[in-house]
């Protein structure tokens, strides 16, 4: 994990002690509200629907036991004792009071944490593959590129004030683990044939409103101009995206409006910068600066393939073993280990929802199995990085009596959802009773290896916080006269190995009522499961046979209702 210098940490205790101030000035009545709330919202404070939402930045997922450990005590002290993971491998706590702020953001800073960047109209924190570093398939390790252009964005004075919140993605490996077309940009590494390292770079990608695949403007940068080509699409987002309408202020917005010619602008503001101050130099990545960075992200000591015969699991595993080792546990780069995903989706329990005693729990399983790192995932989970495959038994009972190894990662009950009405001011419908009637329903496992693989993403509203345009089955919460409906669309794709093309879910009828939509969905399900080829796929079935049979099967739950009714 990348180690923070002393100017690293000066930078955000000094960051902290300011927002104490600001703070204290607003309360005290000295700053008011509306000069306050951008103050507040660049250090990651929302006001939600009922109590301030804080959102804990966790750089391309990389968490050490120390910083979860941290964030346990936050939710114990602070909240009401639990915390949430998000798509975009941050932290959200729901209900710290305003008056506590400064004291949570002295906390953070002690384990190099903060909120920085995590909200306002900026460049948020930069996402990876959770697999990052250690994916056999991949190419380039993605981390000192990350890491580099965080602090290249880091409080950068030019695009503070952006038209509208700007995401950035990369990828380093085969398969596109990080959603990377979903993104403001998408950065793909890779080698070309002389084995130099560049970008691939998509801009334009986002969901919303106005759901966009990213559009490739330049199919190899060299990465010392990485941060070159950032600043110069982004000048050109300042210069002409939107401010007028917050709807299309997006740089997707601009992207599709301009067409080819954004592209040229983004080359010719490219080819200002290489010219400005001796040859563009203060822009260009130093081999000295990367390999500094690089230092960091080396294997932890005592990590290293592991000799002799590959490890084979104990004759007499049970059978839950088996399906946990299917399931949850993920193909390393080095002999001998393997990667493990902690499930945190269970009954009861939002996706994503994390309670202070399972991180605790969490922390320790790092320390004594992952070299005290884990991972926050693309879909809400955890995921530890480095275990050794001799001591998987050991772990998986561990993670069994922390209620962490349910065998269902990439089923449906591994869904994403966003925290919905219950917690956010923007939503139309609630999204956890909808994720919590779904998981009670699917928890046979043997049915659920009969469905296999399915993304299902749910959002509480069209802002599409729980991707909903990007799963195989997507649930969009709506509003009609003040009741809670839903809308189902099938097809969508984040560009994974289970849909390589990322596509755009398309919505299959009218919208379903709290009631019927749990319904609906297990429609859906069973159709497939009637007309699948042998070995087929959800999302491969929906390509091959189309929408209208499931499109029927959902609307007879509607006529259905209607007649009980």
């Known amino acids: 994990m990348y180690q923070y210098t002393d100017f690293d940490k000066q930078f955000v205790r000094q960051r902290a002690a300011q927002f104490r101030d600001q703070l204290t000035r607003n309360l005290n009545g000295e700053l008011g509200d509306e000069e306050f709330r951008p103050l507040r919202l660049q250090n990651g404070w929302y006001i939600q629907r009922h109590a301030p939402m804080a959102r804990i930045a966790v750089p391309y997922g990389e968490l050490s036991s120390r910083q979860l450990r941290m964030l346990a005590r936050i939710a114990r002290e602070f909240d009401r004792g639990y915390a949430h993971f998000t798509t975009r491998q941050n932290c959200q706590f729901n209900w710290i009071p305003l008056p506590q702020a400064a004291d949570v953001m002295d906390l953070l800073a002690e384990v190099d944490m903060h909120g920085i960047q995590t909200s306002g109209n900026c460049i948020r924190n930069i996402t990876s593959d959770a697999l990052v570093g250690i994916a056999p398939d991949e190419i380039v390790d993605a981390r000192p590129y990350c890491e580099i252009m965080r602090q290249w964005s880091t409080l950068h004075p030019e695009f503070a004030f952006l038209p509208r919140k700007f995401k950035i993605a990369v990828s380093g490996a085969r398969e596109d683990r990080a959603a990377i077309a979903w993104h403001d940009i998408g950065l793909q590494l890779l080698k070309d044939d002389a084995g130099e390292v560049g970008f691939k770079v998509l801009v334009g990608g986002g969901m919303g409103r106005t759901p966009v695949v990213g559009t490739v403007i330049r199919d190899f940068l060299p990465w010392q101009q990485i941060l070159v080509y950032l600043e110069a699409i982004v000048r050109v987002y300042n210069r002409y995206g939107r401010r007028d309408n917050m709807y299309k202020a997006r740089i997707k917005i601009l992207v599709k409006a301009e067409g080819p010619q954004f592209a040229k602008d983004v080359e010719e503001e490219f080819q200002k910068i290489l010219g400005e101050d001796a040859g563009g130099a203060g822009h260009i990545i130093p081999q000295a600066e990367f390999d500094r960075v690089a230092a960091c992200f080396v294997r932890p000591a005592g990590v290293a393939p592991v000799a002799g015969p590959a490890w084979t699991p104990p004759a007499d595993a049970p059978v839950a073993f088996a399906k946990w080792l299917e399931r949850n546990t993920h193909a390393h780069q080095l002999p001998g280990y393997r990667a493990v995903t902690l499930s945190l989706k269970r009954v009861g329990q939002a996706p ?203 609307n007879a739950v509607r006529r259905s209702t209607a007649k009980a009714a």
């Open 352 to 554: 994503g929802d994390i309670t202070d005693a399972q991180m605790e729990a969490a922390a320790d399983l790092a320390d004594r199995y992952s070299h005290g790192e884990l991972r926050v995932t693309h879909d809400q989970n955890l995921l530890l990085p480095w275990v050794r495959e001799a001591d998987l038994p050991a772990l998986w009972q561990a993670a069994r009596e922390a209620s962490f190894a349910t065998p269902n990662i990439g089923l449906i009950s591994d869904m994403i959802a966003c925290p919905g009405g219950d917690f956010c001011a923007l939503a139309n419908a609630r999204s956890i009773p909808i994720a919590n009637q779904l998981i009670e329903r699917y928890q046979d496992l043997d049915e659920l290896y009969d469905i296999g693989d399915i993304d299902l993403h749910i959002s509480g509203c069209i802002n599409s916080c729980g991707h909903h345009h990007s799963g195989h089955i997507g649930i969009l919460g709506v509003d009609k006269d003040g009741s809670e409906w839903y809308q189902l669309t099938l097809g969508g794709s984040d560009g994974s190995s289970l849909a390589p093309a990322t596509a755009i879910g398309k919505v299959i009828g009218p919208s379903f009522a709290a009631d019927e939509i749990t319904d609906a969905v297990e429609a859906v399900i069973e159709t497939y499961r009637e007309v699948r080829a042998a070995n087929e796929r959800f999302i491969d079935t929906v390509q091959r046979v189309g929408l209208d049979p499931f499109k029927a099967a959902a």
